[in-house]
């Protein structure tokens, strides 16, 4: 099928935050200004309100905030008294710091497969890791949708272990009507600026229920101060910011609606994907049931043997994509001696192969939307597989 001339379309960019900031630029530079007044940079009232605001968001009677996801996730494990000599089982298709995290503690990470239709761990696998030594599992809750909760449930409570959601990419996503943040022991969140809530810098909230883990993160975040120069606990330094906390409180007003936008724009990406008859290349992304995906990725699967070209082609062309994560963390070099290689976790290794995240962020409207899947079936048609199988 002919398709424009690309030279004659704007480019589609794959995220464009200062688009996104532009209607709401008077607020967010009223907040800033605010804060210089105030001379309180951190920690303080303001943040104090945006862990009222967080916790309110996420049906959680606890929000404490942190310097990233990633200090997010470590100071979970830390509250938890996790280190040497534990395991805990998480999934190899993820950033890399749901890992790193945990090594950082001092615990092994322990890698099983994935669910190749979510791209979230995979319960029966996660249930076949469990030995005497696994203190938590870390489900992620990839690209905006929740891993599936409810087995995972039944392995805490038949074990006694705590689960901590990975909930950085999914700030608003549900699970049979819960917010992420609320689906386990405690939920990490990470406010790096291109996630579904995003700052203008680092940031992060652990979400949760219980008082006494409550307070140890207060603690933890902060040396393990209890006040007065006291210190119960050898914590760090991860705090946030109130020019980040403000800044964050003004989008939190905005975020419901972004997240509305990119549902509308996964379903119209289903749509024009099925509209070209691309389905048979193209594999677009589940929705489980009961659930509710934020999309803070829009991830498609094409053939292996093809992705990188498409990939190439597609910015050529001039649409932003990316691809997330191109080789899993049990392939990772840092990981080596942990002992996987290439087929250890077949399901994970086929996804970093396949997968491309198309444009999803709010600002991208439908034409641009038309031209990514018109570029996309036009890449796909110039592979000589694709002529072959089309015709056979
Ligand atoms: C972004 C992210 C993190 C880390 O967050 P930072 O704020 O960048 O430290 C952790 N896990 C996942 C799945 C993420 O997407």
Not at 169 to 185: D, F, M, S
Not at 189 to 218: M, V, W
Request: negative net charge.
């Amino acid at each position: 099928m002919a398709s424009a001339d690309p030279a004659d379309t704007p480019p589609v960019p794959f995220i464009d935050l200062s688009a996104q900031h532009a209607p709401i630029s008077g607020e967010l530079v009223g907040a800033v200004s605010r804060i210089l007044e105030t001379g309180q940079f951190i920690l303080g009232d303001e943040v104090r309100a945006l862990e009222a605001d967080i916790a309110e968001y996420c049906d959680a009677r606890y929000a404490i905030s942190c310097a990233s996801g990633t200090d997010a996730l470590v100071l979970s494990l830390m509250s938890l008294g996790i280190g040497a000599g534990d395991e805990v089982i998480t999934s190899p298709f993820t950033f890399f710091a749901t890992a790193g995290a945990i090594h950082r503690v001092g615990a092994k990470p322990v890698f099983v497969d994935i669910d190749p239709a979510s791209f979230n761990i995979c319960p029966e696998a996660a249930a076949a890791a469990i030995t005497e030594n696994t203190r938590a599992i870390i489900p992620v809750h990839l690209f905006g949708q929740t891993a599936d909760m409810e087995p995972l449930w039944r392995l805490a409570v038949l074990h006694d272990i705590p689960l901590i959601e990975d909930a950085c990419q999914a700030i608003g996503a549900t699970y049979q009507g819960r917010q992420a943040g609320v689906l386990g022991t405690m939920g990490c969140f990470s406010f790096f600026p291109t996630k579904n809530l995003g700052g203008a810098g680092d940031g992060g909230i652990i979400t949760l229920d219980d008082k006494d883990l409550a307070e140890r993160l207060h603690h933890l975040r902060v040396h393990g101060d209890t006040g007065g120069y006291h210190h119960v606990a050898v914590g760090f330094n991860s705090r946030l910011d109130a020019i980040q906390a403000a800044i964050l409180r003004v989008k939190l007003t905005q975020l419901d609606d972004w997240i509305e936008q990119r549902i509308d724009a996964g379903d119209h990406y289903d749509w024009l994907i099925a509209s070209k008859g691309i389905s048979e290349w193209v594999t677009t992304p589940t929705r489980s049931d009961n659930s509710r995906h934020v999309f803070n990725q829009y991830t498609i699967r094409v053939p292996a043997f093809e992705r990188d070209d498409i990939l190439a082609s597609l910015r050529q062309d001039g649409i932003g994509c990316a691809v997330y994560y191109p080789t899993p963390l049990h392939l990772q070099p840092c990981f080596e001696s942990l002992g996987y290689s290439l087929g250890s976790l077949p399901a994970a290794e086929a996804a970093s192969a396949e997968v491309l995240s198309l444009p999803v962020a709010p600002g991208t409207d439908a034409s641009s939307r038309e031209r990514v899947i018109d570029r996309l079936a036009a890449a796909c048609e110039g592979r000589a597989g694709w002529s072959q199988r089309r015709a056979a």
